[in-house]
């Protein structure tokens, strides 16, 4: 295997690279994966990261919170991003990589890193050494709430109690660093962008997950060989 062709550069997709690209339901395309997974840190394999995002996907003991957020948190979890062939045809393999996001609710702000690349390509496995860090990324890193007042249809009473408002959150982290692959020696700027709603029990003021779409951008070195990364996928956050 060539491994040289992990990392390809240009453009693959800035969807998320934005607050407003990323404000929904914080639900990407499923990759697959069966049920069950969960609980704090990293995935260590696909399948436990397949497990994670599908379970996430499905639960029906989180939703996206609609009060306000409050306090601060650490999220720790994965990216996982699909490696395409040269033409864009097929999928060839996938990267999986570490995250770890503070969000301080409260003062409305997030930053995160992402490290510890690996993967297979073409069914060899392969490694990524650096960090990405949301300080380098090529965008600020976002968190947002939005309170809007619950609007009853006409001539409906307010049921006493009830909420009268709902507040919405919406969340970027951008990313950016070097990454290299030890056995060629190959250098690619790379900049990662994860972002999506924060989850949590309903009625509760607490974050407790995330899992939503992902994308890269990557550029060659000046002078260094050519390389490339996988382009878009997805990402799951737990509450530490």
Known sequence: ??????????????????????LGNGNGGAIGGGGGGGGGGPATTRAE???????????TSLAPTSVELVGQGTFRGNTLLNVFTNDQAATEGYALG?????ADFDNETISGTATNFRGELGGNPFTLEGTLDSADGIA???LQEETQPIILPPGQAPIPGAPTEI????????????????????????????????LGPIGGGQAQAAAGPATVVVSDEPGGA???????????????
């Open 167 to 198: 507040v919405t959150n919406g969340f970027a982290v951008n990313m950016g660093g070097e990454l290299s692959d030890p056995v060629s020696g190959s250098i690619g700027q790379v900049n990662l962008g994860i972002g999506g709603t924060f």
């Open 140 to 142: 600020p890193s976002t």
């Open 1 to 22: 295997m060539n491994y040289q062709t992990i990392l390809r550069a240009g453009l693959l997709g800035v969807s998320c690279l934005s607050l407003t690209a990323c």
């Open 226 to 240: 050519l390389i490339r990364l996988g382009g878009a996928g997805t990402f799951v956050l737990e509450r530490e």
């Open 49 to 59: 990261y397949d497990a994670k995002f599908d379970q996430l996907q499905n639960t």
């Open 98 to 102: 570490d995250l770890e996001v503070q």
